[in-house]
């Protein structure tokens, strides 16, 4: 138990559609990374945001945004979703220390 | 730019045998390395990190040494159990200067364990 909470753990979605994912960081972690974990493969670092603010991107498309609330919490959203989105969305928490992985959500798209 | 580079699997052995999973990397500076677990259905949790050249991480029976020489983290165990049976991820993170969490995986090497 990592204390890292994601949220949905899976959901479908159609092709075209907007999609929110949420991540709840680790008490007193004030920074929260973002990967995709396509099928079999490794997780691909997204983007990272420390104190509310971008701190880092991956090479991910702008559709990839996120958000870190005044509590740490932390939101991912992908816009005009293609199939290759499909994958396992993981986030992490840290504070000066090592990284804290929630279980991650499952999006489908279809 | 960084990579981190780990043998393919599945690698598929008996229980109390021998394990090593191999990893590479290539990277500026001085990274910190790490060696992450997913069982099924779950995230990821840190296995063990050596954070400078010729550091030994180890945790429930694994251990892996930075060898700066090699740019390598080779993952070993002396003896593993059924419960072992999972994917492991060899990982980089180019700190001091980068913060935690930016972390650059290997593409991950799937164990099976069998009785």
């Known amino acids: ?14 092709r075209g559609q907007q999609v929110t994912l949420r991540c709840s960081s680790q008490s007193g972690h004030n920074t929260v990374s973002w990967y995709q974990q396509a099928l079999g493969q490794g997780p691909q670092f997204i983007f990272q945001y420390y104190r509310e603010e971008e701190n880092g991107r991956g090479n991910f498309p702008p559709r990839f945004s996120g958000l870190q609330f005044p509590n740490y919490s932390s939101e991912l959203n992908v816009n005009a ?21 929630g279980q991650g959500t499952r999006l489908t798209v279809v | 730019g960084n990579s981190v580079t780990q043998m393919e699997g599945p690698v598929t052995l008996s229980e109390e045998a021998f394990l090593t999973i191999n990893c590479t990397y290539t ?6 390395l790490f060696w992450y677990v997913q069982y099924p259905g779950e995230g990821l949790q840190l296995l063990l990190k050596a954070t400078k050249a010729d550091d030994k991480g180890s945790n429930k029976g694994f251990e892996a040494t930075y060898r700066k020489e090699t740019t390598s983290f080779h ?5 593993v159990q059924v419960s072992d049976s999972a994917v492991y991820f060899c990982a980089l993170s180019s700190s001091p ?19």
Do not use: M
């Open chain 1, 1 to 14: 138990e990592t204390g890292v909470t994601q949220s949905p753990t899976h959901l479908i979605k159609t």
């Open chain 1, 81 to 101: 979703l293609e199939l290759d989105d499909s994958a396992l969305y993981l986030c992490a928490s840290s504070r000066n220390t090592e990284a804290f992985f």
């Open chain 2, 27 to 32: 990277a500026t500076g001085y990274p910190s």
């Open chain 2, 75 to 79: 993952l070993e165990k002396g003896s």
């Open chain 2, 97 to 115: 200067t980068d913060s935690w969490g930016k972390l650059q995986f290997g593409a991950g090497t799937q164990v099976v364990v069998t009785p």
